[in-house]
Every structure is written in structure tokens, then in C-alpha cells.
């Protein structure tokens, strides 16, 4: 009987775990390599002055089949996360609320008992919605998300509501260049899909908790290895296998998976030729920014819901995280991708985000801390006619995975733990493999 085959996995994030354990349950001895002490990749938690916070606010969706999946898969109990209806509400302008009934009438029902739109508004919302149900939701890959919405004749106050929040929230990619296609992928697929869809799954854990530490667990459990604050720097080939710079053991592997931010994969892969075509591509992606602020009060703040959002200032999403397992008083506001308050100091622009939160929601207890944290690189900007690498690359044991690589979905968790565990699919199929078919192994 031949040994299992060796694979190393570079990167401790979603992807990288998903990839893992996907792999180790098909049979494979996998080593994971985290150049960080904390797990997560960029969804990890930061420990600063006292507080757990996580580098950035992120939300799932009842769509993401493969992460709750995987979830499951390694034991995390249903209660880490917060499930909610879909509710879009901006306190005192507009509430949408999906109705508690089967799929498409909780999305009607909930358009009809809107407050906040017009008539006029929820007819364009129900225009928009059948034309893309009518055409199989194929958009021209050159389309832009806001010639979508101006070819639709959607009004001002859904572009400023609705429509512009969910494309920036989804695709982190401002809607005159985001991509029309990928949005409406990410509509299909939610908002026109079961009721359960459409559902915001709100961590109640921070993000290093909600995954890779159970993932860690699992693998460990099972004779696998993680490694942390072991950075690998470049990966060589030698006659019978890969070798990484980093690995104290020197191990040979048949098959490596990166699992890094897409930037890292050059330097990884300089010693492999074969892989030029696909830095060249990795090199054409243009990036967006992330900023999440976080901001403590001494006591409560009246949130009508957990997240709420934020208009005509810089702050886009406000999440209240007392409701959320964390502390009294404590909130995330959310700005995604490029913007005005890119030229805005950090004090200046955590005390705007405050008047914005006053204005939402009233009278605000005293601030007694705030951080703000900034992810220059946060994910690829979607736009239209994007090129990504696939997992499978022209070097046979290479193989990446992330939120980057090639996919009808923007840069979410959802897109890194898919990618990871199609990586890891196409490397047992490749040794001839089997993923165990139970979910609980």
C-alpha cells in the first residue's frame, strides 16, 4: 500500500483551511505553514488595549453553502453565529425587511412593507429583479453596476438605499467600476434564491474563533500539523518533490497549495518558471481598500438591529457587537473600497463617524476607546472583465487558493473557502483520492 502523498499548504486563512482539511480528509498528510501567530489570514481577530476586535467586520450569507458546510465539518456550534432576516434598515430613512415566508414572497412581501420607499421605488427594485430573472442573470461582461442601474431607471433613493450599499458591501468595488455580472451572481444567488438565502449570518465569535483555531483543532486531532509564526519564503522544486524555504523538517511535498494573499505568490514561486504566466496575471489585479473602526462607549446604544446602516457621510454599515457576544457599547462602522475618506486623518475621521452615528441613532454615551484599522490590499477590485488565475497552475504540484482566483463571486469568505477545497478536490483527483463522503469523520 503506497503512503499518502505529502502536501503543504501555505496560509492559515479561510482558504487555507478549508483546503487543509478538505485534504486531510481525503486521505493526504498536509502540513500548514502560517507566517502569523494568529490564525485567519485577513479575517483574524487583534488583541489591542484590553479588546478583541477583528481586522475587519465581515458578514456571511445563508448562500455560503461551502462555509457553513465546512463549519459543520469541524465542529462549530450553530450558536457562533447570529442569524437574521434580511434587513436593510437605516434608522429614521428606510426600513426593507424580508417577510417570514417561503421564497420569492418573503423578498415581495417585504418590498411591499417597505417604509422609506416610494411606490415608484419598489416598482424599479421589482423592474430590476424580474429583467435580470428574465435574462438567466447574463449581463454583458463589459457592463458596469452603474450602467446596470441607470439602464434599469432605478431612482436616486434605491442607488443611495439599496443598491450602490450592496454592490460596494459585496464586490468592495466602487459601482461605476464594479462588475455588473459578478453583482448580479451575488443577487441570483441570495436575494432571488430560497428565503434561507438571503439570511445575514453575523459572527458572534471573532473571525480567528469562527474557523481556522476549530480548523487547527480538527486537523491537529487527526495527526495533521499547523505550524504558526513559521513563514515560508520560497518554494523549490527538487527531483522527487517541493522543498520550502521555512520548513525547519525540509519535507517533501508532492503538491503545495497557496493559500496566501495574492501579492505573496511571486516570491514564493521565483524558482519555478512555469509559473510566470501566473504572477504576470496576479500582477493585473488592482486592489481596494478596507477600513473598519472601532469605537467603545460607556453603555448602550439603541440599534433598531445588530447592523444598520449609514448614509451621507463616510461610514457605510454600523455594527452593534454587544448584540453580538462583545462588549457593551462597543460598535464597528464599516467602509469598503476607495473614497472621500481615504484623505481624512484617523481622529478627524473617527470623530465624523460618530456624528454619523448620532445622527442615526441619537445622543451617544461617552467615547472611551477607538482603533482604527485599515486593509490597504483588502481584496481585488471586481470590475468588469477581471482576469483571475485558477487554482490549477502550470507548475503540476502548485496549486493556489483565495478569494482571488477565478470564480462568479466577488472577494468574500464564501469565495476563499470554495477556492480552497476546489484545490484541494483537484489535487486528491490528481493522486488518485477520495474525499470521505460522511460529513462528520
Known sequence: MSSPPQVAVIGGGYAGFAAAVTLARGGARVSLFESSRTLGGRARVVETDGYRIDNGQHILLGAYAETLRMLRLVGVKPRSLLTRRLALVYPGLCALRAAPLPAPLHLAFGLLRARGLSWTDKRAMARLMGQLKGQAYRIDPDRSVATLLAESNQTDTLNRLIWEPLCIAALNTPVGDASAQVFANVLRDSLAAAASASDLLIPRVDLSELFPVPASRWLAMR??????AEPVKSISWLESGYTLEGDPWQTLFEHVV?????????????ALPAMEPVVRCIAGLRHEPIVTTWLAFDGPLPFPEPMIGLTGGYGQWAFDRSALGGPEGLVSVVISARGAHQDVQKDALEIALMSELQAALGPLPPLKWSRTITEKRATFACTPGVIRPDTS??????????????????????????????????????????????LLD
Open 393 to 438: 497552475t502550470p507548475e503540476p504540484g502548485i496549486w493556489l487558493a483565495g478569494d482571488y482566483v477565478a470564480s462568479p463571486y466577488p472577494a468574500t469568505l464564501e469565495a476563499a473557502v470554495t477556492s480552497g477545497v476546489t484545490a484541494a478536490r483537484r489535487i486528491l483527483k490528481r493522486c488518485g483520492l477520495k474525499e470521505s463522503p460522511l
Open 223 to 228: 495527526g495533521h500539523q499547523v505550524r504558526t
Open 258 to 270: 497557496i493559500a496566501t494573499s495574492p501579492y505573496h505568490v511571486a516570491p514564493l514561486v521565483g
